[in-house]
């Protein structure tokens, strides 16, 4: 079975990492109470921990490796596809080489924290697509009917945005690996 390569924001990986973890953690507070016993309450979900490590292998392992690490760079959160797990709105927190890079072999890790609702809300203001809670007019959107053969990566291409901006605007979209034909995508 092949899987479709994991992406972040507008970086797509050659091939998938090999391992990937995923970590889901709930908070529970402890109080003892008196006669020896103790009372507990649920605090919540935390935020989920993505992790994996892979390697780039090849002529340009090192130089991908890099582009990889532009990414990691740039900050703030950003949308996650991955060929398993959900798709995610998520934080690179970490990028690490496991061992000296090579110009045709580089070994790494790397860790996603996926944000809160709360977090991705402040993002959304943050970033100006909440306008109109402000009293600006929100800008125009079309609507584009997907064709054969259409990914979603390549109808952001097409219309010039990036696929982070394409799912905020696509809220129905669930699985950004899975469109069909016919189905409307709002183009921001």
């Not at 092949?2 to 797509?12: C, F, G, I, S, T």
């Not at 990986?13 to 009372?39: D, Q």
Request: glycine share 8%; charged share 20%; aromatic share 14%.
């Amino acid at each position: 079975m092949k899987l479709a390569p994991m992406q972040y924001k507008d970086y797509v990986w050659p091939h998938n990492p090999e391992t990937y973890t995923i970590t889901f953690e709930r908070r529970v507070a402890v109080k003892k109470v008196p006669f020896g016993r103790y009372g507990m309450q649920d605090l919540g979900l935390t935020y989920r921990v993505m992790r994996g490590e892979g390697e780039f292998v090849g002529k340009d392992a090192y130089a991908e490796f890099k582009k990889l690490a532009c990414v990691f760079y740039q900050g703030g959160a950003g949308i996650l596809v991955h060929p398993v797990w959900q798709t995610a709105e998520a934080y690179f927190v970490s990028l690490e080489l496991t061992q000296q890079p090579l110009e045709d072999y580089v070994r790494y890790r790397f860790a996603f924290w996926e944000t809160s609702p709360l977090d991705t809300a402040l993002i959304r203001v943050s970033n100006g697509s909440a306008a109109a809670a402000d009293g600006a007019k929100s800008p125009a959107k079309s609507a584009y009917s997907v064709v054969r053969g259409d990914t979603l990566w390549g109808i952001a291409d097409r219309f010039g945005v990036t696929l982070t901006a394409l799912l905020r605007a696509n809220p129905q979209i669930k699985n950004p690996n899975y469109i069909v034909t016919g189905q409307q995508v709002v183009i921001p």
